[in-house]
């Protein structure tokens, strides 16, 4: 099992002693000003990553509309203007700069119709598609909750519908399992049934934890260690040949050595720490 955590759980080089990846998570990476990326901060960030043997994927900026989430880098793939297209494509560049494995975006927001939501979705992500391509650079579209009603690709029919539409090999499915948890309502036996209906798509996947149910925090997306929510995590041998990362998207260090302690007794883990 190849495990990784998210910067904002750590700094990098102590998340480097848990596992084996790192997802750069942009929008809380400290390297914009605004919406204008700051190349020397970056560098900050390349150095301390150069001390590490880990391997990388990119989270994008993407749509929140919470204090907490820099306004400069709101970015909804559903209604995408030029310097939207400029700063997914930064984050490109910079996997490809780094041989990441892969670049996590969101699917977009409902605005007044969503089937003209869902085709102005289909049609930006072709073009990202198509700029990854040219830098042989994966792109994973990550399932978002279903408990906030403005998502696109909650479910798996219309997620796989996008990717699908968009036909690039350079385009598949991140898979995030705590997202999945609340939109089957924390049912274990539909949250199986979206894992194996995606399963030949996903590229990458996310592991955190929930009570499967709307709150008003965050929809109930509150990104707990796998482990203190209602996930069955035995939904990953559902995902049939996939070897990629385990991204364990959860916010503390502790967090992180939780959640490879409960992965480790699912699925075991080589380990390196």
Known sequence: MLLGA???????????????????????????????????????VLDELSTCDLITSIHAPYYADVDTYPKGLVVDTADMARSHFRLMEESIELASQLGSVVVVIHPGRIRQDREHSFRNMVKNLRRLAAFASERDVMLGLENKEGTDPGNLCCNAGELLKAVHEVDSPHLGITFDVGHANLTTRGDPVS????????????VH??????????????????????????????????????DGIYNLEVFSLDDVIIGKTKMQGIIGSSGNG
């Open 205 to 242: 996947v996310h592991l955190h934890d929930n009570y499967g149910q709307w709150t008003s925090e965050y929809s109930g997306d509150v990104h707990m260690a796998p482990g203190k929510g209602t996930v069955d995590y035995s939904v990953l041998s559902e995902l049939v040949g996939y």
């Open 191 to 202: 949250l199986r049934h979206f894992a194996k209906s995606i399963a030949r798509e996903v």
């Open 6 to 44: 998210s910067s904002f759980a750590a700094p990098i080089g102590e998340l480097g002693s848990y596992v084996h990846s790192v997802e750069l998570y942009i929008p809380k990476l400290g390297v914009y000003e605004g919406n204008q990326l700051q190349q020397d901060r970056l560098d900050r």
